[in-house]
Structures are given as structure tokens and as C-alpha cells.
């Protein structure tokens, strides 16, 4: 039994148990990997009972730590979600294995034979809040690119993070894999977290997943280089060439099938021309849906729209609200974007092709739309099977965050006697 006392000791050893599962899962056969997880996808329903049942307590956590309904929702796990989590680890162990793939081949005039491979980054330390199916996701990406992970969940989270963390190894096991490439930290000691941040000797990436106070957190006290998942304030720009139908349905699913996820749409800018038609329609819609719409002094005539404040722009409520503004033309889009965005996802409704070109080449967000929900910000929706996260960062990996953006690469050089003149 690990020493929960002394948590550096119980770190450490965490760490020169993943380092060791890296090395010898970095040359593990594809049909291992996808072996290992296809197990822990069979152990997750065999057990979903039991996992639905400490998730039980894990709301009960939740509930007395006073969490909102949004976080709530992103917490709970009934018989569907952990399908979806079943589901999930089965579409990544059906991918193909990026470890070994050959980026890039060429031949030198001096003789040499050239290849740029992908080869995974060793250990990788995840840090995320309250959603347990990001332990199942996690896991199995970082499996799936030859890497050892160590699992740092929500606090509130740790019963069913944990059992989910026991189907993962129970997978590795049953494949012959090492079962400590998959490791949770067994705490809810914040002090784990800052020692998973500085152990340069045995962690080679952190990936943190959470809001603003988390990632920055990470970013100021790691020593460990970091990709940054930061929140998703994404908004939705109604052009003056929308489509009523398409944007009445795409506004209301940015909003409202899920609040409490990073892609749920935070912003509503809508083209001067169109507040007294499709701007008021939807504006009615949401309010009609159970939003909070919170406007600005243009909107503020349509009866049951509340006042903005400026706090209310660049805000991730994760909640039934929606900011919204009345903005010039789609350079006024910009323009705000660019100011209170988050760089996650933005989406612009339009029939005009050169008005989305200009939006899609002047934002520079990891992920940018025309005529979807920001819903689809998720790396399932990409065909990545699941993601460790969305990055909002630009070094390395951007957008949504697959097995394939878990990888570096190296080069393998091949000569015959070749020599340097």
C-alpha cells in the first residue's frame, strides 16, 4: 500500500514506475495495444455497475463541495455514459498505431536513405477536473501512442476515476503490457499535483484540462513543458448573409445540448442587420429554452434579455447563459473575438463564401466553423475516437489532442560505409 503521508516519496515512486512502463511500451506490437484496450473496454462493462455506483459517491462529493449543475452534469456517469466510455476505447484501439508510422522518407545525393518516424514522448502527466471519462480517454490515447501516463483527476471525481483507471491496467495486464504505464494518483492532495509538476526526471509533458485557474496554475509552477488546454469561450457569429433555419438550429445546440462542456457556445455576436429578424428569433429561442441571455444595450429592448456587463465577455459561464453583442459586420467579429476569445473554437453562420474566407483567415482559434454547433469541438466528432483534450496552445499539438498528436518524432538515417567528404 502506497504511503499517502508522504507524498513526495509516493510521486516519486510513481514516476520511476511510469518511466520504466514507457520504455517498454514505446516498442509494444500495434496488436498488443489494441489487444490491452479492447480488455479494459470489455473490464469497463463488465463492471459498469460497480463504476456507476462509485460515481454515486463521487456526486454525493460533489453535491456537498457545492458544484453547479453544469459541473454536476460533467461528473455524473449513468449506464449510457459509460457505454459512450466503452465505446470510446474501442474506436482507439480500432485506429491505426502512429508509433513507428513514417512521416516523411527521402534520399540524399550523398547516399543516405532518410526517414522521419513518429515516436511516443515517454510519460505523459494528465491533470483534469471533475469529468471521470477523461481517465478512460486519457488512458487510452496515451496507451494507444506508446505512452506511460499519470492521472491526476478532480478531486470530486476519484472513486470513479479510479475504478476507471482498474479496468485500464486490468486491459494492459491481460495483453502482457505493464500495468504501471497507466497509474492515478490516489489522493486528493492538491500537494501531488504540485510535485507531478516539477519532476523533470520521469515526467516529459503536462497535460492540463480544466479552466482558467487550473491551466494557469500549471503553466506558472510546472518545470515539466506543458500544452495548454485552456477554457473554451467560443462564439457564435451571425452573419448578415445566415440562414434562419440553419442558425436558429446550430445556436441552439451550441448552447444547450451540453453547458458544462469546453465547446458549449459562451458568445452570441450578431450582425447589425439582423437584430430586429433572425438576431431577435434566436435571442427568443434561447430565452424560450430556459438561457439567460445577457446583452448588450442593443438587445436590451427584447423583453426578458438581461444586461451585460463587461465581465460578461470573455466569460466561460459553463451554464444555461449566453453573452451577446451586436457587432458592424464580421470584422467587428473579429475584432471582438480577438479580444476576449480563448483561441478554442469560433463559428461563423453565413451563405457568403468570401465573408467566411475572411473569418477563417484573419482568427487564428485552434478550431474555427461555418454552419455547425461548436459542439462538435471534440476529438470523437474528428474521428480521433476520443481526446485528451482540446489545445489552444501553438507548439506541438493544436486543437483536438488524438493519439497521433501524443507522439514526437525521430530520424532514422541509413547509409552503406557512407562517409562525409
Known sequence: MK?????????????????????????????????????????????????????EKDMEFGHEKGLSDAMMDRLMLDESR??????????????????????????????????????PLGVIGVIYESRPNVTADAGALCLKSGNAVILRGGSESLHSSGLLAECLQEGLKAAGLPADAVQL???????????????????????????????GLVQREARVPVFAHLEGICHVYLDAAADPVKTLDVVLNAKTRRTGICGSAECLLI?????????????????????????????????????????DFGKEFLDMIIAAKVVDDVDG??????????????????????????????????????????????????????????????????????SEQLTSFKYLVTGDGTVRP
Not at 457505454?83 to 485506429?95: C, E, K, N, P, Y
Not at 439567460?292 to 434579455?305: K, N, P, T
Not at 459542439?375 to 506541438?396: N, P, R, V, W, Y
Open 82 to 119: 459509460v457505454q459512450s466510455i466503452v465505446d470510446g476505447l474501442r474506436a482507439v484501439a480500432g485506429q491505426n498505431d502512429p508509433v513507428g508510422a513514417v512521416i516523411k522518407e527521402w534520399d540524399m545525393p550523398s547516399g543516405l536513405n532518410i526517414q522521419r518516424v513518429r515516436t
Open 271 to 311: 450582425h447589425c442587420d439582423l437584430v430586429d429578424t433572425i438576431g431577435q428569433g434566436v435571442i427568443r429561442a434561447l430565452l424560450d429554452a430556459g438561457v439567460e441571455v445577457r446583452g448588450d444595450q442593443a438587445l436590451q429592448s427584447i423583453e426578458g434579455v438581461t444586461p451585460a456587463t463587461e465581465e
Open 333 to 402: 467579429a473579429i475584432a471582438h473575438i480577438r479580444q476576449y476569445g480563448s483561441d478554442h473554437t469560433d463559428c461563423i453562420l453565413t451563405e457568403d463564401d468570401a465573408v467566411a474566407a475572411r473569418f477563417f483567415q484573419r482568427l487564428d482559434s485552434a478550431i474555427l466553423m461555418r454552419n455547425a454547433s461548436t459542439q462538435f469541438a471534440d476529438g470523437g466528432e474528428f474521428g480521433m475516437g476520443a481526446e485528451i483534450g482540446i489545445a489552444t496552445g501553438k507548439m506541438h499539438a493544436r486543437g483536438p489532442v488524438g
Open 185 to 215: 494518483v490516489p489522493t486528493r492532495d492538491r500537494e501531488a499535483v504540485k510535485e507531478l509538476l516539477t519532476m523533470t526526471d520521469y515526467v516529459d509533458v503536462i497535460v492540463p484540462r480544466g479552466g482558467k485557474g487550473l491551466v
Open 3 to 55: 504511503d499517502l503521508a508522504d507524498i513526495p516519496a509516493l510521486m516519486a515512486e510513481m514516476g520511476a514506475r511510469a518511466k520504466a512502463a514507457s520504455a517498454e511500451l514505446a516498442f509494444a506490437p500495434a496488436e498488443a495495444k489494441e489487444a490491452a484496450l479492447n480488455a479494459a473496454a470489455d473490464a469497463v462493462w463488465a463492471r459498469r455497475a460497480e463504476i456507476i455506483a462509485a460515481n
